[in-house]
């Protein structure tokens, strides 16, 4: 995949240093999923099922910004008694009720509920480092955003955030290796959908990646389920025991490699309206994944602390490269032993370190 983020000349091409900073005011849902505490359980399934797919779009190319509204998919539903949020109901909590085999047609939303909800005054929505914070600390992907008299102005979650990320030079200069997990769950073509939604739920991930065995006995990916593809098994009433992964996983599947960059990662993530991708190198031996929270993770602040520091040294050894008759320049042999110096033995490396201490 091309990086848009090199000149022709291999020179970085940096775009506006404030490009990356993303309008959070853009990413509230102001007209969230909301259902009463007495709502059946699978009616609310039914809700944020028919509001995944009334958004079928034949579009290639998709602004951030162009339309938003129209094409974000619920993945909650809030629960509200007149104008008071009671609590919410999120696909993860579906996954572990679903995994639970808990009676889903005698149970009502205020039963199984995450209550009380944390939320965030809009007047505290200043920056992103703020709501990452609350996703992080209370780890949570919905973060309800009140007014001063604590009523309801919308929801903020990790995918209408990616939704609005901008063409980053931050997301241009790192690679999908950087913040891609490598601890993928994966089960076999006749797992049932039961058993999917159990190690969901038991290993706290949003996917698991469907493996067959190649001619010479090694798993490669084939497919993948998610969360949402429960929802949706709940919804349609599909009997979860019996239904087997090769029958409801999506596949083929769009294969990253570690080496491409996460604005080529939200890029794929806009175009197929997914989540998540799954990546693959050493011939498929080699597995990770890249999620909408992995792409977050670039906005810590020690992480941009230290992609600032490493493009300043980049543009040092470039400076000294390119002025070699400059007095402050160094000697070639100078610069390639600085080339090849690990960067740890970097002051300002081991200061770095040492603010991640607690």
Same mark, same amino acid.
């Given at each position: 995949? =091309?990086?848009?983020?090199? /000149? ?35 009616? $609310? ?17 998709? *602004?951030?910004?162009?339309?938003? =509204?129209?094409?974000?998919?619920? *993945? ?19 996954? @572990? ?16 509920? =995450? ?7 809009? *007047?505290?929505?200043?920056?992103? %480092?703020?709501? !990452? ?13 009140? #007014? ?24 241009? !200069? ?14 076999? !073509?006749? =797992? ?21 065995? #190649? ?17 949706? %098994?709940?919804? %349609? ?23 491409? *960059?996460?604005?080529? $990662?939200?890029?794929?993530?806009? @175009? @197929? ?10 011939? /498929? ?9 992995? &792409? ?21 050894? !470039?400076? $000294? ?30 200061? &770095? ?6």
């Amino acid at each position: 995949m =091309a990086d848009s983020s090199t /000149g022709g000349a291999g020179m970085m091409v940096l775009d506006d240093p404030l490009a990356w900073v993303p309008n959070l005011l853009e990413a509230i849902e102001r007209q969230p999923l909301m259902v009463s505490p007495t709502t059946p359980l699978v009616d $609310a399934i039914q809700l944020i099922s028919q509001a995944q797919n009334h958004t079928c779009s034949l579009e290639t190319d998709l *602004s951030p910004s162009d339309g938003l =509204a129209e094409h974000r998919r619920a *993945s909650c539903v809030l629960v509200m008694q007149d104008q008071t949020l009671l609590g919410i109901l999120t696909e993860r909590d579906i996954v @572990r009720l679903t995994a639970n085999v808990i009676n889903f047609a005698g149970a009502t939303v205020a039963e199984v509920m =995450a209550h009380p909800v944390i939320t965030l005054p809009q *007047s505290s929505l200043q920056d992103i %480092f703020a709501v !990452l914070f609350f996703f992080r600390r209370y780890r949570i992907r919905h973060l309800p955003i009140v #007014d001063e008299q604590e009523r309801l102005v919308g929801v903020i979650s990790h995918e209408s955030i990616r939704q609005i990320l901008r063409p980053a030079n931050l997301l241009r !200069l790192r690679r999908v290796s950087d913040v891609m997990t490598t601890q993928v769950i994966h089960a076999p !073509l006749t =797992a049932t959908a039961l058993r999917l939604a159990q190690l969901m739920a038991e290993h706290r991930v949003s996917c698991v990646v469907i493996t067959q065995a #190649d001619m010479e006995g090694r798993d490669k990916p084939v497919g993948i389920v998610t969360e949402r593809d429960i929802v949706q %098994f709940q919804a %349609f009433q599909i009997d979860l025991t019996q239904t087997q992964a090769a029958t409801v996983m999506s596949t083929p599947l769009f294969l990253l490699s570690p080496d491409d *960059s996460l604005w080529a $990662a939200h890029q794929e993530m806009q @175009r @197929r309206r997914v989540g998540r991708l799954v990546v693959s190198w050493n011939w /498929g031996m080699g597995l990770g994944i890249v999620t909408q929270t992995s &792409l977050l993770r670039i906005f810590d602040p020690m992480e941009m602390y230290g992609v600032i520091e490493n493009l300043q040294q980049t543009i040092r050894k !470039l400076e $000294a490269e390119r002025s070699p008759s400059s007095p402050t320049s160094s000697p070639l042999p100078q610069s390639q032993e600085a080339r090849s110096t690990p960067t740890s033995t970097s002051p300002h490396n081991e200061n &770095l370190g040492n603010t991640r201490v607690p």
